[in-house]
């Protein structure tokens, strides 16, 4: 049995960390982990740009990769992450083509070859693209920028662009409504990559007369649309690997000089790390904002004050979206992963955004409301004809990063029942209607993609251990805990407050039977645990009465993980990127705390 005393003694702590980690302007920016794709397409660029002026930039980098090789001679996404063909092939790329002025990564450079051949591939040969491209299939948004970036780095030789597919550039041309319609095998997010990429393959690999003709005179407007939807920063989508493969390949076609690679070496310039190395992204700020806002659940007045839930407050409204976004095209009202300028508006931040407004504000003012009305407004536009919600643009589907999912809907269905029930009163009687409607459609999605055993698989999350490297706890648990919450509204009528219970006990029932012996969760039955989906997978449990030993089990073994909390390379990111977050571990296990305090004092003298 457990000591309720000790779970709220270690609530307090973590939520003095946790608020310890605020920024000085009073919001959350966790720190992703470095990444050996960024520090080594980073590298390859500031190669190609000007290797005198960048001598010193470039050297921190390569000392980096030197000095986080795995021990089988690769490199994955992280420090921590298992080592992968394509992070291996691209660092060996930035140490190949700067060996001469390092001659210290020569043995780097021998055990990553090793580990390439161990996996079937010669950098020598030609077969390097048939490897890339079998992996990625028909999706080209990673595989071919990974391609061309090797080709212009001289792997694997003489007609090393021969094998690589062109993306199709010109087509960026047309107006953004006819994307999904077309075969650019890029997700909606990788426009710049097309383009640049694209010019790239083209100025280097041999076509037809007439299709040559049309791209070359498509060139110069391509050029202005990319330079068009370059953000404040120089960051495309502020990811350091997407601004990367611009500015290279930009810089390998002849145009070194063009203000799109002048940001983009500015912006990575100014994302170099102390230690040589690069993450992903700048940060996640927004997303591990409302993260942080919701882990306290209801007792976020008493450990954010007032001054400080103004603070966040204003936060949020300003990083909020409020005209039509150049980069996709999408309009006012959603909100992005971060407060900087290459941010997207996407369907999980929005939901993330709305909910931590509602909890900071429970009598919501009117800049609040006209903001949370927005946001609604602007999930039941992105909704997919399938009831579910996809993360950028409605309608294109065709591949996995663009398609509804069920952890962005469940989120978006906990948003739209929350705004009802705490800002109906502002909304006109023809707004909750269309809200309710996307509920229901949002409903009826989750109820077709669960699986057979009660599971939801998340798109931006995994577990480089599972054998698809899905993440069926991640997922389960958090619709389970959107829905868990979205059942308790007044405003959902009986019939779906029963669909919504009969999938939470199908989920929760494959919680349970995922759990390992020691008490901890993984990604999936039988997998290590880690403290994110321990932790999840508690909160998501908390109100099922058969599942209090589970709790108990789950939170003493977060109790025995040593401080400071050791984060899980669980993030997917652009191209499926493994990443962690320093604040996820915290973030997430201060939630199940909260959950798991709350629904004891719910139900004190009684078992939950």
Known sequence: MMNPSGNLARFEQLAAQLLAERNNKGFWTGQLSSSALAVSVSVIAFHFYNTDELHADIRNGICWLINNQNQDGGFGDSPQSLSNISTSLLSYSALHITKDLFPESDSCILGLTGYLRTAG?????????????????????????????CALCGIPGENSFKPIPQLPFELALLPRGFYRFLNLNVVSYAIP??????????????????????????????????????PESGGFLEAIPLTAFVALSLIKSGYR????????????????????????????????????????????????????????????????????????????????????????????????????????NPEPANEVVRSVI????????????????????????????????????GHAVLALSKAIEKAGKFMSSGSIKKYRYAIRKGTLYLKKSQGAEGEWLPLWFGNQFQS????????????????????????????????????????????????????SWGGDAGLDGTIEETALAVAALVNQANAKSHCESGLIWLDNQELPLRPAPIGLYFASLWYDDKLYPLVMYTEALSAWNQAIALHSGSQI
């Open 121 to 149: 591939i010669d950098v020598n040969s030609p077969d390097v693209a048939r490897h890339v491209l079998d992996f990625y299939q028909k999706d080209y948004t990673f595989s071919v920028p990974i391609l061309a970036t």
């Open 257 to 360: 000089d063009h203000p799109v690679v002048a940001g983009g070496i500015g912006f990575l310039r100014r994302m170099q790390r102390e230690d040589g190395s690069w993450p992903i992204d700048i940060d996640l700020s927004n997303w591990i904002t409302t993260l942080a806002v919701k882990s306290f659940r209801n007792q976020v007045g008493e450990y954010i004050d007032i001054e400080s839930g103004q603070a966040i407050t204003s936060h949020l409204l300003f990083a909020q979206n409020q005209g039509i976004h150049p980069f996709n095209g999408s309009t006012a009202g959603g909100w992005g992963w971060t407060n900087h300028s290459g941010s997207v508006p996407d369907g999980d931040d929005t939901p993330g955004a709305i909910l931590a407004l509602l909890s900071l």
């Open 374 to 409: 927005a946001g609604c407004n602007w999930l039941i536009q992105l909704q997919n004809h399938d009831g579910g919600f996809p993360t950028f643009s409605k309608g294109w589907g065709k591949l996995p990063f663009d398609q509804s999912c069920s952890d962005l809907t």
């Open 193 to 230: 990559a097309l383009v640049a990429v694209g010019i790239a393959i083209f100025q280097h690999k041999k076509s037809g007369r007439l299709t040559r003709l049309i791209r070359k005179r498509s060139i110069p407007k391509v050029m202005a649309l990319l330079e068009k939807i370059m």
């Open 468 to 519: 698809k490297q899905h993440n069926p706890v991640y997922g389960t648990a958090r619709v389970t805990a959107y829905l868990t919450d979205s059942a308790i509204s007044q405003q959902l009528s009986v019939l779906m407050k029963d669909d919504l219970n009969h999938m939470i006990q199908k989920a929760q029932g494959y919680l349970m039977k995922s759990q390992n012996p020691d008490g």
